[in-house]
């Protein structure tokens, strides 16, 4: 199956942006969906976005809409977070997934990264 790594996070201002990445290796990368997660102190894990491995479409969370873009270079087998106007609140573990199912359903996601840590300073 494939293997996820992630990277790019940080410590940044608030206001500011940050990229993570996600790199997988092992099967074919291309055949599989991927998802943003992230997971606050105290708080349950909480979905970002996913992309669509076959249309390449998006789908974020309600409150994630507008300041995070996520996309992928299939090629590089390699998923971005582009993250911007970040917010003290953003700060958590960040981690990438992955799912043969629907991207969209952000329970089908059953292959994590390790994570990476994201702090907004104030």
């Not at 409150?63 to 390699?78: E, I, L, P, W, Y």
Request: hydrophobic share 30%; aromatic share 14%.
């Amino acid at each position: 199956q494939v293997q996820l790594v992630e990277s790019g996070g940080g410590l940044v201002q608030a206001g500011g942006s940050l990229r993570l990445s996600c790199a997988a290796s092992g099967r074919i990368f291309s055949n599989y969906s991927m998802g943003w997660f992230r997971q606050a102190p105290g708080k349950e894990r909480e979905f970002v976005g996913g992309i669509s491995w076959l249309t390449g479409n998006t789908y974020y969370a309600d409150s994630m809409k507008g300041r995070f873009t996520v996309s992928r270079d299939n090629a590089k087998n390699t998923v971005y977070l582009q993250m911007n106007s970040l917010k003290p609140e953003d700060t958590a573990v960040y981690y990438c997934a992955a799912t043969r199912r629907y991207y969209r359903d952000y329970k089908s996601y059953d292959i994590w990264g390790q994570g990476t840590q994201v702090t907004v300073s104030s």
